[in-house]
């Protein structure tokens, strides 16, 4: 019995063996699918369809791979995507998000936008002030965190110690800013 299986064996290893499965031409569809979606810079729906592929025909190895790859390039294009801005919020967070990469020019934009829709939230004046420091532009920044101390005392013991104003650690203005107690 070991040796016909040993035969068989010879045999199969002797026969050129397909990469793909009997499935091949559903698979090969499938991910010609997801490639014209990706073409299209339809991210969301090439993600699903490669992640489609990957599950339905996990014995395709190298396709699945493959898959796996355009997956991970339709997330990396749909995290940098910046989704519509409607309300205050979404300004404040975009501008942030400009701020963390040092884009400080965008970032005022968008924190200018949130401030002119809701001109006394703190929040905004603060990440606003910061951006500003950040950006070397002293006085607005020293004004706009005056504000938002103003609106919000605690803003006062978060300007101690956030980095975003090491630029105006020395400044007499600054330090008065941050540690007078107003009553």
Known sequence: MAKKEIKKGKKSASRPVSTLAAHAEQAVKDYDHALGLLRRKDYSGAADAFQKVIKTYPDEKEMADRCRIYVSVCEREQSDRVLPLKKAEDYYYQGIV???????DEALKHLDKALKMNPKDDRFLYATAATQALKGEREQALNLLKEAIE???????????DPDFDLLSDDDAFIDLISAERE
């Open 98 to 104: 400009e701020s963390n990469r040092q884009k400080y």
């Open 151 to 161: 609106t919000n005392p605690e803003n006062r013991i978060h300007a101690q110690s």
